[in-house]
């Protein structure tokens, strides 16, 4: 599966985003999807993910400010990102995975074995 992320931009802190992630290929709705991010100078960052059930999980730091969510009909998972702070400025990546980690794994950017090329979001104080 290929994907292509979409959506970054400059904003203010407290504007929101939502970030649109297109898949190719078949069976899109077998996949767990997520979201990860990489800011300046620091390690890649598990956001959210959503698994083929539905179920959502999310980094503490984005919790009752993001939302996962996925489209299985028009192949596609997004990140609406609102209240936005500085400190989500980053790189911000889509992965994809067929079928589903177990839980305890779910957050770990390896279990993820396809990747888009990532939008930025920059976000101003």
């Known amino acids: 599966v290929q994907l292509q992320a979409s959506g970054g931009g400059l904003v203010q802190a407290g504007d929101s985003l939502r970030l649109s992630c297109a898949a190719s290929?078949?069976?899109?709705?077998?996949?767990?999807m997520a979201w990860f991010r990489q800011a300046p100078g620091q390690e890649r960052e598990f956001v959210a993910t959503i698994r083929t059930s539905g179920f959502t999980y999310y980094t503490d730091s984005v919790k009752g400010r993001f939302t996962i969510s996925r489209d299985n009909a028009k192949n596609t998972v997004y990140l609406q990102m609102n209240i936005l702070k500085p400190e989500d400025t980053a790189l911000y990546y889509c992965?994809?995975?067929?079928?589903?980690?177990?839980?305890?794994?779910?957050?770990?950017?390896?279990?993820?074995?396809?990747w888009g090329q990532g939008t930025l979001v920059t976000v101003s104080s």
């Open positions: 290929g078949r069976a899109f709705s077998s996949y767990a």
């Open positions: 992965a994809a995975t067929m079928g589903n980690p177990i839980l305890s794994a779910n957050r770990r950017a390896n279990m993820y074995h396809y």
